[in-house]
């Protein structure tokens, strides 16, 4: 098992940053990428950016790229999502997740996730 726990969330302005931060514990050793999804009420579960575990290697969605950064701190078993830029669209309840399967931004792909971590983007 791995369990995941999301801090960072909060308000921001448009054009503003944010830091989400996931602390993962179990048998982290076992999984291969660590991502990050967002959902709206009424929609569903869309992949943001994702990172190998095992490496540097990261994969972004289109409509973050540039924007978001994702990166990891293996020391601390934390995976980081630093969001500049914002824009009111980018607010959602932001989840961590985590993958036996490489760089994949699709959510039934991830085995464990976190509880989310809400943020908001005002104009």
């Known amino acids: 098992q791995v369990q995941l726990v999301e801090s960072g969330g909060g308000s921001a302005q448009a054009g503003g940053s944010l830091r989400l931060s996931c602390a993962a514990s179990?048998?982290?050793?076992?999984?291969?990428?660590m991502g990050w999804f967002r959902q709206v009420p009424g929609t569903e579960r869309e992949g943001v950016a994702a990172?190998?575990?095992?490496?540097?290697?990261?994969h972004y969605a289109d409509f973050v790229k540039g924007r978001f950064t994702i990166s990891q701190d293996n020391a601390k078993n934390t995976v980081y999502l630093q969001m500049n830029s914002l824009k009111p669209e980018d607010t959602a309840m932001y989840y961590c997740?985590?993958?036996?399967?490489?760089?994949?931004?699709?959510?039934?792909?991830?085995?464990?996730w976190g509880q989310g971590t809400q943020v908001t983007v005002s104009s």
């Open positions: 997740a985590a993958s036996f399967s490489l760089l994949t931004l699709r959510a039934e792909d991830y085995a464990y």
């Open positions: 179990g048998y982290t050793d076992r999984t291969n990428s």
């Open positions: 990172i190998y575990t095992g490496g540097s290697s990261t």
